[in-house]
């Protein structure tokens, strides 16, 4: 069983940077899609980011394309979300995500693992 760890959310003014950590236990996962969501207060989760297994694909939301950078060691069964320039609106819980299919699963929300999340809040 596949279980899905993220860590390294915080408080953080805007303008500033966050790395975001996702260990996975249970099995290696270099064979994996994996990726990030986010859920703000009152809205519905959103796709952020993510990667192909081998992490030569890589892609985003419109929305923190330039500012977030996805990637995984595949050594430490870990990927990242390396978060630049926040802004209030980057505020939300973040889920890492990873799934055996093609990244197209990952990236429309269907994956099949999920952690519990961490929370990140950009103050102004």
């Known amino acids: 069983q596949v279980q899905l760890a993220e860590s390294g959310g915080g408080l953080v003014q805007a303008g500033g940077s966050l790395r975001l950590s996702c260990g996975a236990s249970g099995r290696t996962l270099w064979n994996y899609a994996m990726g990030w969501f986010r859920q703000a207060p009152g809205k519905e989760r959103e796709f952020v980011a993510a990667l192909s297994w081998s992490g030569g694909s890589t892609y985003y939301a419109d929305s923190v394309k330039g500012r977030f950078t996805i990637s995984r060691d595949n050594a430490k069964n870990t990927m990242y979300l390396q978060m630049n320039s926040l802004k209030p609106e980057d505020t939300a819980i973040y889920y890492c995500?990873?799934?055996?299919?093609?990244?197209?699963?990952?990236?429309?929300?269907?994956?099949?693992?999920w952690g519990q999340g961490t929370q990140v809040t950009v103050s102004s």
């Open positions: 995500v990873a799934d055996s299919r093609p990244v197209s699963y990952v990236k429309a929300g269907t994956g099949e693992h």
